[in-house]
Structures are given as C-alpha cells and as structure tokens.
C-alpha cells in the first residue's frame, strides 16, 4: 500500500465537556486535494489546529512520509510547510494587504532591512495568481470580506508550503473569486501539493476533492474516493437525514401593509438615493455582488454605518411615522456578516451573548437586575431550537465551533422577536441541516409577521425564500422584482445590466 505523505494517526482532543476527537486517522496523499467534511462541532477545524500546531493532542502522532514529526508551535507547522487558510480571519484591519502577508516572515535584504519592493513584488504576484484586484497597499480596513478572504489565501501561497489547509475558504468569495480558487487549487495539485479542503458546500467536494473523510461528533464515520461516496451517502454519513423546507409558491404579494420607508439613503461613494418599502411579513431579498453595496445599505439603515441622509419612517399602530433613532434600535435587529468583529462578544459566556440583545426585556420591574432564571429559560429555549453545540451556556464563545457561533447570533436576534429583521448571510459556515432549520425558521417567523431583509449569496437560498428581489449594482437599486423571477435574470442584473428594471416588467 502507498505510504501516505501526510498522517494524523489516532488523534485524541478533549476540551472541557466535549471530546472533541477520538482516535482520529487522517491520511492525505501528494497531488491531491481532500475533503474533511461534518456537521458544526464535528471536529474539523481542531483536527486541522492540531495539524497547524495551534493546540496540541492528547494522543495521536503526526507523520510525514511515514516519519513522525513534532509540531508544538504554529512555527513548527510554518517550517516543515504547511500553509493554514482558517477559517476565521486574522487579519490586522490598519496594516496593508502586503504587512499582512508578510507579517510572520518579512523579506530582509542585508539582514537587517525589510525589503519592500520584494515584498511588493511578490505580493503582486500572488494577487494575479488568485486574480484579484485589489493592490498590496490597500489597508484591510478598506476592503471588503471577499478581498479580506482573498488575502488569507495569498497569504498562504507565499512561501514554501507542500500542504494546504482551507477551513471554509469560499463562504464570502464571489462567485468569480471562487472560480479563481478552483483554478489556484488545481495547480497546487498540478504542483504535487496536497491540499486539505473544509468545506459545507458539497458541490466544491465534487469539484475539487478526489477523497474525503467525513468526521461525526470526533470520529471518523467514513470517507473514500469521491466516485465510491455519492452526495447523498455524504449527507448520510455527516448529519443524518435533513428535511429541506419547500416554501413552494406560497409568496407574499400584498403593498397593503408597509412597515419601513426607506428613503433618500445616501452614503458618499458607497451608495446614492437608495428608496425602498418593506412589508409587514415580507420576506425582501436584497441580491447582488459582493461590493454592489447590499450589505452597506443595510449597516446604513440600522445605522452601523454613518450616512450622509436618509428619511425613514416605521409603522406605529399601522401607520408610517418618522423614525427615530431609538425606534430604529427598538425595532430593527441585524444578524451581521461578520460575526467576530461585530457580532459577537467572544471572552463572554453563550448565555450573555444571546440575551446581547434582549437585556430591556430581561430586566426585573423596577430594578436594574436581569431576571436570571428568565434568561437561563430563554437561552436554554433558543439553544434547543437552534440545536447550538455547547457543553453548557456559561462556555465562552470563542470556543465554540464556526457554525455553532453564527447560531449563537441568530439566537439573540430570534430571542427579541423585533417586527424588523436583516439577516446578512445568516447561514454562512451553516451545515446542511442547520441551514434547512434556519430557512424553516425564517418562514416561520415571516409567517407571524416579522419583516425580514435576507442578504445571502446563495441564489438557491434567495430563489426559495423571498418573495422580492432588490438588486444592486454599484450603490444603486437598478431592480425591484417580484417573486417569479427566474435566477439566470437575477444573477445577469447583478452582473452587470445598467438599465433600470421596474417591477411588472421583468419580461
Ligand atoms: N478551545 C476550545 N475549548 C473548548 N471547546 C472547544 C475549543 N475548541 C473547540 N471546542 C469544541 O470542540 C468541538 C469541535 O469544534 P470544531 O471547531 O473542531 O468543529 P468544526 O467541525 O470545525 O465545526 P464548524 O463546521 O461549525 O466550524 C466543538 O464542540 C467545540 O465547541
Ligand atoms: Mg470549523
């Protein structure tokens, strides 16, 4: 039998309350790319750290051509050429995209000065390679998740790794930058490069992969060449079966009940005159590219962002009224895109995370105390509802897997109940089951008459859940559709059609 290049022999990690590997082995090959897939908090993301030299196993070896290695320190993992792309960034938002290639190994001419024009050079270089537009002195702070993604993974391609780790590297790529990364992979491989791909979309597996090993709750429960392991065995294997909800055509239509008047909503350079009304109920998908300034226009309505005007009126009693900035906060909850810069509070518990929101409703009569046994109620209520990961409320966040942090977020804004909610890419990081429930659960509540803006690159996801479609395209509305609207047309508008499309003639 061929020696594999790469093998995580019985790999042991117990965390307080979970074991979150058991007798893990783990082979990769030269010239190949494989897939580690599992639900959230299967154990994917310590398998890889433990690779990475991040955490440390309580058992297991770690061997290179059939030698055993040590790898204590991420320096460790770097030296011997391993490359990780995690799967929550790192970047340091005031430096540029080149500092932050360069930070752990900065190119020195004479021994004693960094080279900046090498690190220009190279820099550059590797941004063509993925393909991407932005200039290595760009600050990150500037740009977008996308870029910000991309940078991760040029960051990797420096140097001289031999294996690469993606941890959900496509979950904010546009659908170009995605190709780029497929196209950067296969040459890797091409290269004899082995590449370990995390990944919820199983599509990419096909794609890219030519083995998986599908990870359970620590255990390895299966794997194989991606022709012995059909889709729907993968699905099997890692959650179990999942009910998908099929919303049909059931749609909201009626203009009868707005809720929010947005108008004039400008932000200088990001995005002009942006107008729109939601409905009482209305599931409102606003679609577009990455940077087309959907996003944007949402942080500027609950006002995360500044703007430089807008008018916004919100229904009381049944009736638009001007809107203040107490009434946005009481009424508009925002499930954010990036959940550990503004999302989460990642030192503090699980339970304080989800009652963020909800502390005017958790607060006794007449005293400033939160209504203890009230919040552990409620928390215990949502993380059931939600089926989030936790060995018990008081663990800290950070420690939490990817997609059980995302519950988290979901949680709190679910526990306010607000008659407004934006969700910006609620599912992202979501495995297929969560995303099923979250998508059961947006009908849901839409259905009791929550109005929701759902912001989500996923056209599967938009198609089967809302019931109109904003798009946007360089800081502009260019179309208002109804539900029926077919995907090739939505996907063309927000690539690039200019002409303004009214609703009614979407023919
Ligand atoms: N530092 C830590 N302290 C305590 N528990 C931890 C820590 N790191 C991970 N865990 C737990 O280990 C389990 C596995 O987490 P891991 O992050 O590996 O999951 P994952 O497969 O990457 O999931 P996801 O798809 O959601 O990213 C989870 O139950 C998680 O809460
Ligand atoms: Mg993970």
Redesign the pocket.
Same mark, same amino acid.
């Given at each position: 039998m061929r020696v594999p290049f790469l093998r995580m022999k019985e790999i042991g990690k117990r965390?307080?309350?979970?074991q979150?590997l058991q007798d893990v082995t783990f082979d990769a090959f030269q010239g190949e790319a494989i897939a580690l897939l599992?639900?959230?908090?299967? &154990?994917?993301?310590?398998?890889m750290?433990v690779l990475g030299g991040i955490?440390s196993p309580d058992e297991g070896v770690i061997q290179i051509n059939g030698k055993t290695i040590n790898i204590k320190t991420p320096k460790d993992a770097s030296e011997i050429g391993i490359a990780f792309v995690h799967?929550e960034m790192a970047l340091l938002p005031t430096m540029t995209v080149m500092d932050n290639m360069f930070i752990s190994d900065y190119p020195v001419s004479m021994k004693i000065k960094i080279n900046r024009a090498i690190m220009r050079k190279q820099c550059s270089e590797v941004l063509d390679l993925l393909g991407c537009r932005i200039s290595p002195e760009n600050y990150i702070r500037d740009l977008g998740t996308g870029d910000r993604q991309m940078v991760e993974i040029g960051r990797a391609l420096l140097g001289q790794n031999k294996i690469f780790i993606f941890?959900?590297p496509t979950s904010s790529l546009s659908k170009r930058e995605k190709l780029n990364l497929v196209r950067v992979i296969q040459k890797l491989k091409d290269e004899g490069m082995t590449v370990i791909y995390?990944t919820?979309f199983l599509n990419e597996v096909y794609e890219i992969c030519e083995r998986v090993s599908v990870?359970r709750s620590?255990q390895v429960v299966g794997g194989g060449t991606i022709e012995e392991v059909q889709m729907i065995n993968l699905v099997r294997l890692m959650v179990g079966e999942v009910k998908i909800e099929d919303r049909g055509t059931e749609r909201i239509t009626s203009v009868d009940n707005p809720i929010m008047e947005v108008s004039s909503l400008t932000r200088k350079g990001v995005y002009k005159d942006i107008n729109f009304t939601l409905h009482k109920g209305e599931i409102l998908g606003f679609w577009g590219l990455l940077g087309s300034g959907r996003t944007e226009v949402a942080r500027g309505v609950v006002g995360l962002d500044p703007v430089d005007s807008v008018k916004m009126k919100i229904s009381k009693n049944g009736e638009l009224q001007p809107a203040t900035p107490d009434t946005v906060r009481r009424q508009i909850g925002m499930v954010t895109e990036e959940r550990r810069v503004d999302g989460l509070f990642l030192p503090m518990s699980v339970k304080r995370n989800m009652s963020m929101a909800n502390l005017n409703n958790l607060i006794k009569k007449n005293s400033s105390v939160i209504d203890k046994s009230k919040e552990n109620l409620l928390c215990d209520e949502f993380v059931d509802r939600l089926n989030i990961?936790?060995?018990d409320k008081e663990?800290i966040v950070?420690?939490?897997?990817? &997609?059980?942090q995302q519950k988290v977020i979901l949680g709190r804004w679910l526990e306010v109940n607000p008659s407004i909610l934006i969700m910006d890419e609620p599912t992202r &990081?979501l495995?297929v089951s969560a995303k099923a429930e979250i998508a059961r659960i947006i009908v849901r509540i839409a259905k009791e008459g929550t109005s929701i803006i759902l912001i989500s690159s996923e056209i599967d996801e938009m198609m089967s859940l809302c019931d109109r479609f904003l798009v946007f395209n360089k800081g502009k509305i260019i179309a208002d559709l109804a539900y029926g609207v077919s995907e090739d047309k939505l996907v063309g508008l927000a690539a690039g059609a200019d002409e303004v499309i009214q609703e009614g003639d979407n023919e």
């Open positions: 965390f307080p309350g979970v979150a599992g639900a959230n908090g299967a &154990g994917k993301s310590t398998l750290n955490i799967q941890d959900e995390i919820h990870l620590g990961q936790i060995s663990q950070e420690t939490l897997s990817g &997609g059980n &990081g495995d």
